[in-house]
């Protein structure tokens, strides 16, 4: 066994261990990252594999950031199956690796992307298909907008919010994104609501102004107290605009009236 395949494998027992050395971990990690040693690269997705099957947050977080730096963008696929599961931990670290490896070899990551999104046999399990729909959003193609489309009216409201998210990433170019998110408004979801709100109002095209004002009488809470927060992102208050945020900021519900009248005040200045 080679010297830094000895250091990962200890780095490894360290991670699983409640009592770690976090200094230890810490000297270990630095190693193998001034290693870079491409021979480890099969033990790394292993270790990786192994971290998030214990549900291992911290574990995930070392040993792809390790992999990331030795691997570079082949290691896209393992990173993404990690970053699929929900370990209960913000994930930040990991979000921008998998974003930047993306972005530096789009082709490949489009070819991993799409096949396990929504290509002819799209990977069966739903939690890397969604994650796979969002990074696509980060290296979109014009022509992506009709798989988007579909994935729009998926069954699953988590693929369809996830959706919306990368529809979002061709608003500047596209008419059609546009009109795809004002649909959403009407979906079934309060989840896709919310995320079509959210887009829309980073999006901050004028003429989806109405349709974001219908949905001050939504029945969802979230879903009012999201059509506050997206307008106060548009750039100017129009009257019609003051009023719907007037009305909310009488709502009921003590969450929506915050963000009405923080919206109100946000737009006044």
């Known amino acids: 066994m080679s010297d830094t395949a000895a250091q990962l494998d200890a780095l490894a027992a360290e991670l699983a ?5 976090f200094d ?14 491409t021979d480890l690269i099969p ?12 549900g291992n947050g911290y574990g995930r977080h070392v040993l792809s950031h390790i992999l990331a730096a030795t691997a570079g963008s082949r290691a896209l696929p393992e990173l993404l199956r990690a970053f699929a599961r929900d370990l209960g931990d913000d994930q930040d670290s990991l979000t921008a690796t998998v974003t930047v490896l993306a972005r530096q070899d789009r082709a490949h990551a489009r070819s991993i992307i799409l096949r396990w999104a929504t290509g002819p046999d799209p990977d069966p399990d739903p939690d890397l298909r969604r994650t796979a729909l969002w990074l696509l959003g980060y290296v979109p193609e014009p022509d992506d907008l009709d798989l988007l489309a579909d ?4 069954p699953d409201d988590r693929v369809r919010s996830v959706t919306v998210g990368t529809i979002g990433s061709h608003t500047k170019t596209s008419a059609r994104a546009v009109d795809l998110l004002k649909a959403l408004l009407a979906d079934p979801s309060p989840r896709v609501r919310v995320s079509a709100l959210s887009t829309l109002g980073f999006a901050r095209r004028p003429g989806t102004l ?3 004002h219908r949905l001050a009488e939504d029945d969802s809470t979230d879903v ?8 106060s992102r548009f750039p100017a208050a129009e009257p019609a605009t003051l009023a719907v945020l007037d ?5 009921p519900d003590t969450y929506v009236r915050e963000k009405a009248v923080a919206a109100r005040e946000k737009l006044a200045a």
């Open 17 to 21: 261990d409640p009592d770690c050395d």
């Open 210 to 212: 109405p349709a974001i």
């Open 43 to 54: 033990r790394l997705q292993e270790h990786l594999a192994g971290a998030v099957q214990a």
């Open 151 to 154: 994935a729009a009216r998926d």
């Open 24 to 37: 230890r971990i810490e000297a270990l990690e630095s190693e193998l990252l001034t290693a870079r040693d």
């Open 224 to 231: 009012r107290a999201w059509v506050a927060i997206a307008l």
């Open 247 to 251: 009305v909310l900021a009488h709502d």
